[in-house]
Nanobody
C-alpha cells in the first residue's frame, strides 16, 4: 500500500484544516492508520489513529477535543479534521499505516511501518 497525504497549509490560530491520507495499491482493510506530527527539533509522535475495520481510535492528549480522525471506505482515505489550531500545532504531519495493529498499540509509533510523505501545517497570525 502507498500513502498520499495532503491538505496542509497556513492557517491562523483558532482556524481549521482537514488533512487527507489516500491509500493506493490496496485497501486499508486490516490496517491501522495514524497521523503523526513532527515539529522542528522534536521526535515524530502519534496525534491520532484508527483501526480501519472497527471503531477503535486513539488521540494524543493535545489532540483530544480538537482533532477528529475518520475514514471513507469508498475513497480509501483517512482524514484528520483539526479545529481550534494553535501555533504549537505547527509541524510536518505524516500519515502511516500498520498491518494488524491491535487497539492497545494504536498510540505506539512502532506500530506503523508504511509511511506517506509529510504535509506541512503552519499555524500563525
Amino acid at each position: 500500500v502507498q500513502l498520499q497525504a495532503s491538505g496542509g497549509g497556513l492557517v491562523q490560530p483558532g482556524g481549521s484544516l482537514r488533512l487527507s491520507c489516500k491509500a493506493s495499491g490496496r485497501t486499508f482493510y486490516n490496517y491501522a492508520v495514524a497521523w503523526f506530527c513532527q515539529a522542528p527539533g522534536k521526535e515524530r509522535e502519534v496525534v491520532a489513529a484508527l483501526k480501519w475495520s472497527g471503531l477503535s481510535t486513539y488521540y494524543s492528549d493535545s489532540a483530544k477535543g480538537r482533532f477528529a480522525i475518520s475514514r471513507d471506505g469508498a475513497k480509501n482515505t483517512v482524514y484528520l479534521q483539526m479545529n481550534s489550531l494553535k501555533p504549537e500545532d505547527t509541524a510536518l504531519y505524516y500519515c502511516a499505516a500498520g498491518l494488524g495493529t491491535i487497539t492497545s498499540a494504536l498510540g505506539n509509533p512502532r506500530s506503523y511501518n508504511i509511511w506517506g510523505q509529510g504535509t506541512l501545517v503552519t499555524v500563525s497570525s
